[in-house]
């Protein structure tokens, strides 16, 4: 009996500090300031297998020209490395929270839209870990 106890008391302290997603999006948005919440994006990968490129969640969104909008990613604190969130258009990479160059991420960034049109949103981790994250799409105002 004192071992089953003990495995009980194991399991839930294990799992007493993994945050779900719906809690990860209240901690992004509640950190928006300025921001207006518009659409979250719930995220959980597995590891990528050796030789596999890294696991992608893609969105698609319409985005309005002239429009400030805030890209914001929280990530599990059970997940060994952060989220990375990038948006792309039709031309390519338009604003990322990660530059590889000096290993720095950022928990959001802000963009100012050139242009209506379809922006597709990725959501990833480094060095492909599996984990979970969660993505917000916010107004600037």
Do not use: W
Not at 69 to 76: D, E, F, H, Q
Not at 78 to 103: C, H
Not at 107 to 123: K, N
Request: proline share 1%; with cysteine; net charge negative.
């Amino acid at each position: 009996m004192r071992h089953i106890l003990i495995l009980l008391i194991t399991i839930l302290a294990s799992t007493a500090h993994s945050q779900t997603t719906d809690e990860l999006v209240e901690i992004c948005v509640d950190g928006l300031d300025d921001a207006t919440y518009l659409k979250d994006f719930q995220v959980e990968h597995d590891a990528a297998q050796p030789g596999q490129e890294a696991p992608v969640a893609r969105y698609s969104m319409v985005l309005k020209k002239d429009t400030q909008y805030r890209l914001s990613i929280c990530t599990s604190e059970s997940t060994s490395e952060k989220g990375i969130i990038q948006l792309y258009d039709k031309k390519g990479l338009v604003g990322t929270n990660y530059i590889e160059e000096s290993d720095t991420f950022y928990e959001f960034f802000d963009i100012q839209i050139q242009s209506t049109g379809v922006y597709h949103i990725f959501i990833s981790f480094k060095d492909g870990v599996s984990g979970a994250a969660v993505g917000v799409l916010s107004l600037v105002e």
